[in-house]
């Protein structure tokens, strides 16, 4: 056989070898048939029976949005407690609306709208597998994977190396690299304010690592082009960390779509902490569960993770220049600001407000999206535990924001963390707005 026919063989058939004689994984999640259903809490005593029924050791119903009154709750219903919940439902006088019939059908457009979709992949592509084929290295406006999102932080940084530097903030439960870019002019002095993004802390919302990349793409490219960035880059070092929850979001994409959470083993046979719950500020009080198998699981203690001590960590280590931290969440279109622990507001609290409805007010001008600006007890719900109240109360970052991007809302056939790719680039467009107007009225 002609040896350069073997040269290109032989790298394929040891691929095919290995995934042969490899051990058969547990096979990916599916949610056929699951249902999407909306229910409008109109009295305590139906808040109270939707926490009950959240709380449930033995349901493990997945809230997308947690009871809060005179407010949308959308709940996933796996098909097999599908009667029982609707009835449960009913006799407090909840009549949920179906919103989605078969979420797995929801699911697998999403995958079909990705360049190479994920099940193919994993599917013994052997050219994918073998390295040979990979995906387009241009991951802006695409939901890539852990692993590319590094190796792109890296090759940007390489490209725009007078302007950027990729750097470690630790590892995550299972090893995973914390990468950090930091970008601006003269970053290496490390003088100017510090503008903190973190993204994808909870693994299932893609859309807002994806709207990392583009920010950070945004800024390099368009530096001493676009005389907005120019400004921005000159009086501001930003620190962005599009991958906060590297295991779980790596599981999001090859098991279980909808997975939250952290990869670290808890008690029992549950997995998993919420680290948007595990910061420690009001640990373990609202919008928290004991169930070591809730989604929102604090943990056994605060900063019980790996991902978010290395986080407390870096912004401890850079706090006295960091002036605005900003955390990338989906869904519900809004910026919310402290405390979403408690009703009560920071001292600062009509600045904070001034500040997130200038950047709602841009937002708006870019594709006509409506967001709210407010707390999350006054707009969702309280929940403690969280990374941007931590900045503010412990840290000491005057301002910080937590966005909830697209959609508004889960609509009939469509998913509100299940988000076509095509909705990347319109989404961050409308976000980078806001960003400049918020980092141009922030004070300091």
């Known amino acids: 056989m002609d040896g350069r026919i073997m040269q290109v063989l032989f790298p394929l058939l040891t691929v095919m070898l290995a995934v042969k004689s490899a051990p058969i994984q547990t096979p990916r999640k599916t949610y056929n048939m699951d249902k999407l259903v909306r229910v409008h809490p109109m009295s305590l005593e139906q808040v109270v029976a939707l926490e009950k029924l959240q709380n449930h050791p033995s349901m493990k119903l997945d809230f997308w949005k947690v009871p809060h009154l005179n407010t949308s709750v959308d709940i ?9 919940v609707t009835k449960h439902l009913s006799r407090v006088g909840l009549h949920p609306s179906l919103l989605i019939n078969d979420l797995q059908s929801v699911i697998d457009q999403e995958q079909a709208s990705m360049e190479i979709p994920d099940y193919v992949i994993n599917s ?32 940007i940084a390489d490209q725009y190396s007078t302007l950027a530097k990729v750097e470690s903030i630790g590892s995550s439960h299972e090893g995973r690299d914390m990468k950090l870019i930091r970008i601006g002019k003269n970053n290496e002095a490390r003088t100017k304010p510090i503008i903190w993004i973190e993204a994808g802390i909870h693994a299932r919302e893609w859309v807002a690592p994806a709207t990392a990349i583009y920010t950070i793409h945004k800024l390099l490219t368009e530096y001493g082009i676009n005389p907005v960035v120019t400004q921005l880059m000159d009086e501001f070092d930003w620190l962005i960390l599009p991958s906060a929850n590297p295991d779980g979001y790596e599981y999001s994409h090859t098991m ?39 989604d929102i699981y604090p943990g056994t203690s605060a900063f019980s993770e790996s991902e978010t001590r290395n986080i407390r960590d870096a912004l401890l280590s850079e706090r006295a220049r960091i002036k605005l931290f900003l955390s990338f969440h989906a869904y519900s279109q809004l910026i919310l600001t402290p405390y979403g622990y408690t009703s009560i507001k920071p001292s600062d609290n009509q600045e904070l407000m001034r500040v997130a409805e200038a950047g709602v007010a841009s937002l708006k001008t870019i594709h006509g999206e409506m967001y709210t600006a407010g707390t999350p007890p006054d707009l969702l719900y309280a929940a403690s535990g969280g990374s941007y109240d931590w900045a503010k109360s412990v840290a000491g970052i005057q301002y910080a924001y937590t966005y909830e991007m697209r959609p508004a809302e889960a609509s009939f056939g469509q998913s509100g963390f299940i988000l076509s790719e095509s909705e990347i680039i319109p989404n961050a467009e409308e976000v980078w707005a806001s960003l400049v107007t918020i980092a141009t009225e922030i004070q300091y």
């Open 76 to 84: 996933h219903v796996p098909i097999h407690m599908y009667n029982d």
């Open 124 to 155: 013994f592509d052997v050219m994918s597998i073998s390295g040979l084929k990979p995906r387009n290295s241009d991951i802006v406006g695409k939901y890539a994977r852990h692993s590319e999102i590094d190796s792109w932080l890296i090759d």
């Open 256 to 294: 279980d779509r909808l997975w939250r959470k952290t990869r670290s083993r808890q008690s029992g046979r549950c997995t998993g902490v919420d680290p948007n719950r595990n910061f420690d500020i009001s640990f373990g009080g609202a919008g928290t569960s004991t169930n070591p198998c809730s």
